[in-house]
Nanobody, 122 residues
């Protein structure tokens, strides 16, 4: 079983920065894609950024130039550095893993963390 634990959310003023972390635990050989989604009140969950095992990345247009995703494959950990935060970035941020290679097989499915709240407000 794969479990994801996020950390790093909180309250920040507009223009400020936060760094989210997410570590996947369990018997894991490798993870194909690791990334972050977010869900604001009254809105659907949306992709923020994702990184493939080969370190290629994809960002939502709304965060390009402000957010940076990175990962440590040895630690099965993904990070999201968020700079120049805006009130519209307020949301619950969810860690996502897709395609997990384990000793008992390859899980071609999504795993989700429980989410961490980011609030951008003055």
């Amino acid at each position: 079983q794969v479990q994801l634990v996020e950390s790093g959310g909180g309250l920040v003023q507009p223009g400020g920065s936060l760094r989210l972390s997410c570590q996947a635990s369990g018997s894991i050989f490798s993870i194909h894609a690791m990334g972050w989604y977010r869900q604001a009140p009254g809105k659907e969950r949306e992709l923020v950024a994702t990184m493939i095992y080969d370190y290629s990345t994809h960002y939502a247009d709304s965060v390009k130039g402000r957010f940076t995703i990175s990962r440590d494959n040895a630690k099965n950990t993904v990070y999201l550095q968020m700079n120049n935060l805006k009130p519209e970035d307020t949301a619950v941020y969810y860690c996502n893993c897709r395609g997990v290679n384990t000793p008992v097989g390859y899980y071609d499915m999504d795993f989700w963390g429980k989410g961490t709240l980011v609030t951008v407000s003055s």
